[in-house]
């Protein structure tokens, strides 16, 4: 958490601030207050996650210099937006920065190209860092550009907003709930070319959200937001392991591992993802990729059993050896939180109180979890 007294950021761009972005602003409303102090990779996906009212949309709001702070300091990867001690502000026009709303806001007398064209003639060409044929293949819409808007799907008009929000090159890209407004068949949609996004581009993306599904899919970094202030930010698959944040205590809580494709089974249909730094594989039922290819998997707490000693025969494939960390209470009376140390990787299960007494559960404990079904998620 932040306070008046905390040092500001020098202005130096060299080093590590060159490749972050360090972001400290003081607002008040009535009944509200947002402080916040915060250093971000600057690269990938960093989400913003919490309760509706602990401030994700008024952080993004003084990023894009559409709200002014008391107190501010930005800056971007080594470029100073802001600095209110200094008296330095850019406004949000010479901000380079996108922003994608939870409704795209198209024009609507201009058809698809048009409307792509109209991001990109904000740039001059020498400064372009995204074409629009890069947008157009990366958001699958080259059999859209001739239609108007009022001829999209939702999920279509969300990837045409947020393909001219890249036209414009930003060096920062703001995401608020961009997949709020549409149905899970439309989020299902649109998520694959989120995950494009990030693996394709170098942006930095700043992405608001409510859903776990799209935590787990797309963070890279995690900020925990809760009345203003930050909770907790740190790497994703850390962040959701920690036993002491309110994330982990739910029914979707899980670790998140990117592990790697050690092989394939055709006749069963069966792919062997191994564990970092590990000998140790999961078996998940999903058709082939390729081997040696990195991929993300969630395994939820929920899915995850233990027994003191491996089970002879069992329906369950993946059987793997662990060792007991901590226990806390879960949301319920009736369950607990184990987490685990699986060789290095990080692993929850969520069990009841009577199977943690029966099992005598303590820290160092050396036990085998029952992998009920692995999550490929990207």
């Not at 059993?305 to 002879?312: E, I, N, T």
Request: proline residues 5%.
């Amino acid at each position: 958490m932040s306070n008046s007294s905390t040092a500001w950021p020098a202005t130096d761009v060299a080093g590590a601030s060159a490749q972050q972005i360090q972001a400290r602003f003081c607002l008040s409303y009535p009944g509200f207050a947002l402080d916040v102090d915060l250093q971000l990779p600057g690269r990938g996906v960093t989400v913003l996650l919490g309760d509706s009212g602990s401030g994700k949309t008024s952080l993004l709001r003084c990023i894009a210099g559409l709200e002014r702070a008391e107190e501010g300091y930005l800056q971007v990867n080594g470029q100073l937006w802001q600095d209110s001690r200094a008296g330095h502000y850019l406004p949000t026009h010479r901000r380079a920065l996108g922003y994608v709303f939870q409704e795209a806001s198209l024009f609507a007398h201009l058809d698809v190209r048009a409307n792509l064209e109209f991001g990109l003639k904000r740039i001059a060409p020498a400064a372009r860092r995204v074409e629009l044929a890069q947008a157009v293949e990366l958001l699958g819409i080259e059999h859209l550009l001739e239609r108007l808007p009022t001829r999209l799907s939702g999920g279509e008009r969300q990837r045409v907003g947020i393909a001219r929000a890249l036209l414009t090159s930003p060096q920062l890209l703001l995401m608020d709930e961009p997949l709020a407004a549409l149905d899970p068949k439309r989020k299902g949609e649109i998520l694959p070319y989120l995950e494009r996004l990030h693996g394709e581009l170098e942006i930095p993306i700043l992405y608001v959200s409510h859903s776990p599904d799209e935590v787990a899919r797309l963070a890279d970094h995690l900020v925990l937001m809760e009345q203003g202030r930050v909770l907790a930010s740190g790497p994703i698959g850390a962040m959701l392991s920690r036993l002491d944040l309110p994330i982990a205590l739910g029914e979707d809580a899980g670790a998140l591992v990117e592990g790697e494709v050690s092989g394939f089974d055709p006749a069963y249909q069966l792919l062997s993802l191994r564990f970092p730094g590990s000998a140790l594989c999961v078996q998940v039922a999903h058709s082939q990729v390729e081997v040696g290819k990195t991929v993300r998997f969630k395994v939820q707490a929920r899915d995850v059993s233990l027994a003191l000693a491996r089970p002879a025969h069992s329906s369950i494939v993946n059987v793997l050896p662990v060792t007991v960390g901590a226990v806390v209470p879960a949301d319920n009376g009736a369950h607990v939180l184990v987490s685990l140390d699986m060789q290095g990787s990080a692993l929850l299960a969520r069990i009841t109180r009577y199977s943690h007494d029966q099992l005598g559960l303590h820290a160092g404990q050396q036990l085998w979890a029952q992998i009920k079904s692995v999550a490929l998620l990207a």
